[in-house]
Nanobody
Framework: QVQLVESGGGLVQAGGSLRLSCVVS????????MGWFRQAPGKEREFVAH????????YYGDPVKGRFTISRDNAKNTVYLQMNNLKPEDTAVYYC?????????????????WGQGTQVTVSS
């Protein structure tokens, strides 16, 4: 019933910016803790960012800290990932995820709902 749809991926040059969106339907968006993960070919899914279901708390994976910002607009049932100063190593499929209170925000297995992913490719 709960559906997450990501958008905003694409091809960008290193140093550029991109804003990903994830629209959630079929549930009460404001009750979900939201996360962004990414997965590059041959690698495990990697934690990118998390924002709590209540305002305030956010967390970032070390590779993106200082460059990416997660935010949410509960009125639009949407979570965003603002990606600045993109690097080629940021190239991956980015996934939006939701859960009602993951125990460990950086662990993909804690999230119950996932989007289909959106490809982000950063060229040098």
């Amino acid at each position: 019933q709960v559906q997450l749809v990501e958008s905003g991926g694409g091809l960008v040059q290193a140093g550029g910016s991109l804003r990903l969106s994830c629209v959630v339907s079929g549930g009460t968006f404001s009750s979900y803790a939201m996360g962004w993960f990414r997965q590059a070919p041959g690698k495990e899914r990697e934690f990118v960012a998390h924002i709590a279901w209540t305002a305030g708390r956010s967390y970032y994976g070390d590779p993106v800290k200082g460059r990416f910002t997660i935010s949410r607009d509960n009125a639009k049932n949407t979570v965003y990932l603002q990606m600045n100063n993109l690097k080629p190593e940021d190239t991956a499929v980015y996934y939006c995820a939701a859960d009602n209170g993951p125990a460990v925000v950086s662990l993909a297995a804690e999230y119950d709902y996932w989007g289909q992913g959106t490809q982000v490719t950063v060229s040098s």
